[in-house]
């Protein structure tokens, strides 16, 4: 059936105009990242819209200037990603204001927005940033394997802040983060390529990065085809003891993609596309400091690997007076999950887990588009989301500890539990948003989506043991396995709302200002050990059923602007959330099971600004940068005893953080041209949680802890000869081993991620 669908219902990509940069390296760039060659967007922008100095993006499902839209955006052209090296989530979140990239391996972290989390990891609980590559959210919970993409030949990438539960449903609680393809061209044979070439600082590593791109035009303006492909290779800067093996964080990444665009008519297109990336970290980034420099223990390699398969269809209509979009897509994700888990015990005892993952989803969204220029601008659609997520997993000793023991009874690879489950979940939601212009300077927005969504929870057969009473109190004998019934759980269906309301002020065209109010929601959390008793101490805490619904609401007042002939643009925001019934993730003190509860609330403050001068033509400068102040503000007894929070606690979040950054264009001989970048990053230290134990009030919790403060300095140096352009680079010039995340569990004992060490490098490209 969802093949049928894939193949016959409307399929829409986002209206993807430009390729844009909130900070352009210079104007010089300007006229390619306005679009100007895309008749739709004059069309739709009107023909005094098309200033090649201004940024065009899709946030609202209508193409906009991004000064015109009423909400926190940075976005991102791939001129900006190449020149500065950003090839996955960690360039971004550090060029973003307000924006913490939480990463223990590739394929494995989470995004803090706006101070949006309890802690860095969020195990168990639906993302509160969504990660779209085009209309498919990649995020689901922050424990799973989730696949950080290529970022060569993309349109653009925009990062919304605060809630953008209207149009992009429940994930987007504090953020969305949109990757927006490429399409192909219809006109003319293109290609790029791209060559990365670095070396690690400390441990030698070479980094090689390779990526290609060819759009054939197979009909002239009708059929184009556009092939990506890529190849990463990075070698680690982690050595890991436990495993004698040096730069054990190796990652080999490959794969593409292909689009194919057919435009029959000047109204109608049809958009196919297809990816596969296969992403292979040898080894998780984690270190333990007091083992010495770059170092980890672990016993077996701790894998977060992804392959991914996506296909999207796609067809736009134009209507008279509206724009018809809908866009089908079918993901599937394998990914393994194995873990040393010994650091538990304090390494007293062997124990690992290995878990396989399939998630296979299916989104649907159709949405009518109103074309601009009259008093009402309006948007509404319809979504639905199918996702199927299948887990076996295994959590083992080793045959030598346990023939050591005297433990027998267990299977041969020494498992002592095993268990699978089989979670299906649906969110199905109807949205639309409404633009009144009062006057030429005054518009009323508001928007409302709700959804309804529920899902059943499938558990098989599989067996336990009291494998570590066995090891932990010295008995020997056999072991028995217990079997664990199957069962089925199918949780109501549950609906929500969610809405926005804003004020948008345009005394001139080159300066807006807005209030908006917005809501954002998580859908409920089942945990699937609820009611476990530990085997280790049964007095310890129960697992409870779960953490419903939590609720957010977001109240933010902003500012952008266009001075002295677009020589400075500034955006500037404050906002004010109100977070409430917030769900949290804790562990169980005597065997560290995870579950998920709720506690009252938090209150997150903020200032964030994106700042750009550009006094000359050959010359860039700009600051991006942000204040917050997050924290726990409502909690009870109970609360505070089962979570380990305190009134007043921080939330996982810097309450600085920013970036400094410049760019310099010059002429050299013979026509050729150089430039000279840099960034200067700066995040402050924040918590990895709770300061208490859960189960435990008043003790605090040995987890605890802060990151550090750090600054980060990249710098490049390059020259573009024709289509041919060569940069010279280093990264992390100070060679900061600053700690920038840190583990909130005791399953492992290497905690701490750091910054990747100096490392020196040369980018070749052609056309780029």
């Known amino acids: 059936m969802r093949g049928l ?67 926190s955006i940075t976005a991102f052209s791939q001129s900006d990603l190449t020149q500065k090296g950003i090839v996955g989530f960690s360039g971004i979140a550090r060029q ?173 297109s049809i958009r196919l596309m297809a990816l596969y990336e296969d992403s292979y970290p040898e080894d998780a980034s984690l270190v333990t400091p007091s083992l010495g420099d770059r170092k980890r223990y672990t016993t077996i390699p701790d894998l977060y690997t992804s392959k991914t398969q996506l296909y999207n269809g796609t067809i736009e209509y134009q209507l008279n007076g509206a724009h018809l979009t809908s866009s089908t897509s079918y993901a599937h994700q394998d990914g393994l999950f194995v873990v040393d888990l010994s650091g538990t015990f304090g390494l007293a005892l062997p124990f690992y887990l290995f878990d396989h993952g399939v998630w296979n989803t299916f989104v649907q969204e159709t949405r009518l588009v109103s074309d601009p220029g009259g008093k009402i601008d309006w948007t509404i659609g319809g979504y639905y989301l199918h996702r199927d997520s299948f887990l076996e997993g295994r959590q083992t000793s080793t045959p030598e500890y346990l023939a050591a023991k005297g433990i027998t009874g267990l299977p041969a690879d020494a498992t002592f539990n095993q268990f699978s489950s089989d979670t299906r979940s649906y969110e199905l939601a109807g949205f639309g948003e409404l633009t009144y212009h009062l006057t030429d300077k005054l518009s009323a927005t508001g928007g409302i989506r709700y959804g309804k969504y529920g899902g059943t929870l499938d558990t098989y057969a599989g067996f336990n043991s009291q494998y570590f009473v066995y090891a932990l109190s010295g008995i020997s004998g056999p072991l028995a396995r217990i079997p ?47 009611g476990l008793v530990s085997t280790v101490d049964p007095s310890d805490i129960v697992i409870p059923p779960g953490a419903t619904s939590d609720n957010l609401i ?70 991006n940068g942000s204040l917050n102040d997050a924290k726990i503000t409502d909690l009870t007894p109970e609360e505070a005893a089962i979570s380990g929070a305190v009134k ?37 230290s924040f918590p990895d949680g709770f300061p208490n134990t859960p189960g435990k009030p008043s003790v605090p919790s ?20 024709g289509r041919l352009t060569t940069t010279f680079y280093m990264e992390n010039v100070t060679n900061s081993r600053a700690v920038t995340y840190v583990h909130p569990e005791a399953f492992i004992y290497s905690r701490y991620a750091i910054l990747r060490p100096r490392t020196f490098g040369v980018r070749v490209g052609y056309n780029l």
Do not use: C
């Open 484 to 530: 664990t019934a199957p069962t089925s759980t199918t949780y109501p269906s549950s609906a929500k709302a969610s809405w926005k309301a804003s004020l948008t002020y345009m005394p001139s065209r080159n300066l807006t200002t807005y209030v908006t109010v917005a809501t954002g929601y998580r859908t409920p959390v089942y945990n699937a050990r609820a």
């Open 702 to 721: 040995p987890l605890f802890d802060y990151t550090d403060a750090y600054t980060n300095i990249n710098i490049q140096t390059g020259i573009r000869i």
């Open 554 to 623: 977001n109240y933010e007042a902003g500012l952008k602007g266009r001075f002295w002939d677009g020589k400075l643009t500034a955006n500037i925001a404050a906002y004010y959330i109100d977070w409430r019934n917030i769900q949290v993730q804790a562990n169980r003190q005597s065997d560290s099971v995870q579950f998920s509860t709720n506690v009252g609330g938090a209150v997150s403050k903020g200032l964030e600004a994106e700042i750009t001068l550009a006094p000359v033509r050959w010359l860039t400068l700009g600051l």
């Open 96 to 268: 973003t204001p307000g924006v913490v990239l939480n990463e223990r391996s590739d394929n494995n972290l989470s995004i803090t927005t706006r101070g949006v989390s309890t802690n860095g990891y969020q195990a168990g609980l639906q993302s509160t940033t969504t990660v779209y590559l085009d209309e498919l959210p990649l995020t689901t919970i922050g424990n799973s394997v989730t696949l950080n993409p290529n970022l060569y030949d993309v349109e653009r990438v925009e990062f919304l802040r605060g809630p953008q539960g209207t149009l992009f449903g429940s994930g987007s609680l504090s953020g969305a983060l949109r990757i927006i393809t490429k399409s192909p061209e219809l006109d003319s044979f293109d290609s790029s390529a791209l060559a990365d070439i670095g070396v690690t600082f400390d441990g030698g590593g070479i980094r090689q990065r390779y990526n290609g791109m060819v759009n054939v035009p197979l009909v002239e303006d009708k059929l184009g085809l556009r092939v990506v492909g890529f190849y990463r290779h990075e070698d680690g800067y982690i050595d890991n003891i436990g495993l004698n093996r040096r730069n054990s964080n190796t990652l080999k990444d490959w794969g593409g993609r292909a689009i194919m665009l057919f435009k029959p008519t000047d109204r109608l």
């Open 648 to 684: 007043d606690a921080r939330l996982a979040s810097p309450h600085v953080q920013g970036s400094l950054f410049g760019n310099l264009n010059y002429d050299l001989m013979g026509g050729a041209k150089g430039f000279t970048g840099f960034q200067v990053q700066y995040v402050g």
């Open 5 to 71: 669908s894939l193949g016959v219902s409307f399929v829409a990509l986002l209206a993807a105009t430009n390729p844009v940069n909130a900070q352009s390296e210079a104007k010089t760039n300007t006229a390619t990242m306005s679009g100007q060659g895309d008749p739709d967007t004059q069309d739709r922008l009107g023909a005094t819209d098309t200033d090649p100095n201004e940024i065009v993006v899709t946030a609202t499902r209508h193409k906009e200037r991004l000064q015109d839209v009423p909400i």
